[in-house]
């Protein structure tokens, strides 16, 4: 990922995961305000887990903590129990 610029290409990454059959979880720590190559905002409507630093050192700071994105609302869901 590179901050506030074009995002990587996961094709790659998603077919790594269906082909050993694990979850495809994407540190994008550096990546908030990253668009991809459709235009849209880097993870944005993928069924897997996008994480977003919030760290102080980085882009968008709010202290301490982060954003875990999904689609998959369940999944979600199941991380917030």
């Known amino acids: 990922m ?7 290409d996961l094709d790659r990454y998603r077919w790594l995961s269906r082909r050993h059959d694990v979850p495809l979880i994407v540190d994008a720590a550096s990546s908030l305000g990253t668009i991809d190559a459709d235009g849209h ?7 897997s887990l996008f994480v977003f630093s919030m760290h102080a050192t980085k882009t968008f ?11 998959d609302k369940a999944l979600i ?3 917030g129990q």
Do not use: D
Request: charged residues 15%; positive net charge.
């Open 61 to 71: 700071a709010t202290a301490e903590g982060g954003v875990i994105y999904s689609a």
């Open 2 to 8: 590179r901050t506030f610029g074009r995002s990587v």
């Open 77 to 79: 869901a199941r991380l």
């Open 41 to 47: 905002n880097f993870g944005t409507g993928s069924m």
